[in-house]
């Protein structure tokens, strides 16, 4: 990969899974889109090929500005497109698409997991639109790394119920029926043991616990378990920052069912966020795979 950097205060991250690095090529006529995707600890962006789920940037990162309200996140995001652009990728004109931190409906963030509650107080897409100076859809951020790995990861043509879960500052969930996204499921959110589920079990709550790797799996076991009772998916995604670390707790675990680790780990975020906007528009992914499309929007 190019190691592209961009300007001060941004770093390109290396590489992983489907959503790796390739040159961009204009005279291909393949369809590109921007991914951002807004985390607790970071922010990032790239430009994807949609056919594929590969990433035609670097992967450009900033930390979640601390208070991580709309105009601080927005302008993050604004130097990080900057960043691609001046590394000689032109984004004007491409499907823009944000995946944040909460409930997302109409253009809001109806709760703010994980990023400060003003965002409540404002349209996000409309706070986004002006910074960037182009239309931009937002989901949330779970679904937009659930939509890419039913797309190019482990959900290829998987059918049933698939549930996939990411796991890092919290617990984001993406569930799909038949191929279809049911959005802002939120079941970092559920009961266990009288709390959220995400300040026990997540990735940050382990470290702040000082839970040891076979600790955390031994409890985090518990909630997929529940998770198991409740929706008898055919097929459980493990995605987010822990599921970079498997081979230190995956044989822990003992699910009730098929369990995978994501293909596009790190990726995965930017490249639904940028299909959710291209799907928005009127694009569709080839019919080879299942696309995870909307079947209620609530």
């Given at each position: 990969?190019d190691?592209?950097?961009?300007?001060p205060g941004?770093?390109?991250?290396?590489?992983?899974g489907?959503?790796?690095?390739?040159p961009?090529v204009a005279?291909?006529?393949?369809?590109?889109?921007v991914g951002?995707?807004v985390?607790?600890t970071?922010?990032?962006?790239?430009v994807?090929d949609l056919?594929?789920?590969s990433?035609?940037?670097?992967?450009l990162?900033e930390?979640?500005?601390?208070?991580?309200?709309?105009?601080?996140?927005?302008e993050?995001?604004?130097?990080?497109?900057e960043g691609?652009?001046?590394?000689?990728?032109?984004?004007?004109?491409?499907?823009?698409?944000?995946g944040l931190?909460g409930?997302?409906?109409?253009?809001w963030?109806?709760?703010?997991?994980?990023?400060d509650?003003?965002w409540l107080k404002?349209?996000?897409?409309?706070?986004l639109?002006q910074h960037?100076?182009?239309?931009v859809?937002i989901?949330?951020?779970?679904d937009?790394?659930?939509?890419?790995?039913?797309?190019?990861g482990?959900?290829?043509?998987?059918?049933g119920?698939?549930?996939?879960l990411?796991?890092?500052?919290?617990i984001?969930?993406?569930?799909?029926?038949?191929?279809?996204l049911?959005?802002?499921?939120?079941?970092?959110?559920?009961e266990?043991?009288r709390?959220?589920a995400?300040?026990?079990?997540?990735?940050?709550?382990?470290?702040?616990r000082?839970?040891g790797?076979k600790?955390w799996?031994?409890e985090?076991d518990q909630y997929?378990?529940?998770?198991?009772?409740?929706?008898s998916?055919?097929?459980?995604?493990?995605?987010?920052?822990?599921?970079k670390?498997?081979?230190?707790?995956?044989?822990?675990l003992?699910?009730?069912?098929?369990?995978q680790?994501?293909?596009l780990?790190n990726?995965?975020?930017?490249?639904?966020?940028?299909?959710?906007?291209?799907?928005?528009?009127?694009?569709?992914?080839?019919v080879?795979?299942?696309?995870?499309t909307?079947?209620?929007?609530?």
């Amino acid at each position: 990969m190019d190691d592209e950097t961009a300007r001060p205060g941004n770093e390109a991250e290396p590489e992983d899974g489907a959503g790796r690095e390739r040159p961009a090529v204009a005279s291909e006529g393949r369809p590109f889109g921007v991914g951002i995707d807004v985390g607790g600890t970071g922010v990032k962006a790239a430009v994807v090929d949609l056919e594929t789920g590969s990433l035609v940037s670097a992967r450009l990162r900033e930390k979640t500005p601390s208070p991580s309200t709309p105009d601080a996140v927005a302008e993050a995001v604004a130097r990080l497109i900057e960043g691609i652009e001046a590394s000689g990728h032109r984004t004007k004109g491409m499907p823009t698409g944000a995946g944040l931190p909460g409930v997302a409906k109409d253009g809001w963030l109806r709760t703010a997991a994980n990023i400060d509650d003003s965002w409540l107080k404002v349209r996000a897409q409309d706070v986004l639109e002006q910074h960037l100076d182009r239309p931009v859809v937002i989901i949330n951020d779970a679904d937009a790394a659930g939509l890419a790995e039913m797309r190019y990861g482990a959900g290829v043509g998987q059918h049933g119920v698939v549930l996939m879960l990411t796991i890092g500052t919290g617990i984001g969930s993406a569930l799909f029926v038949d191929d279809r996204l049911v959005p802002n499921t939120e079941f970092g959110h559920l009961e266990f043991h009288r709390r959220d589920a995400e300040t026990l079990v997540s990735g940050a709550a382990r470290e702040r616990r000082k839970l040891g790797w076979k600790a955390w799996a031994r409890e985090f076991d518990q909630y997929l378990d529940r998770i198991y009772r409740y929706f008898s998916p055919d097929l459980v995604i493990l995605g987010g920052g822990v599921s970079k670390e498997t081979r230190r707790y995956l044989q822990y675990l003992t699910p009730r069912g098929p369990l995978q680790v994501a293909r596009l780990l790190n990726s995965a975020g930017i490249v639904g966020a940028a299909l959710a906007a291209a799907e928005a528009g009127g694009y569709r992914p080839p019919v080879s795979a299942g696309a995870g499309t909307v079947v209620a929007a609530g």
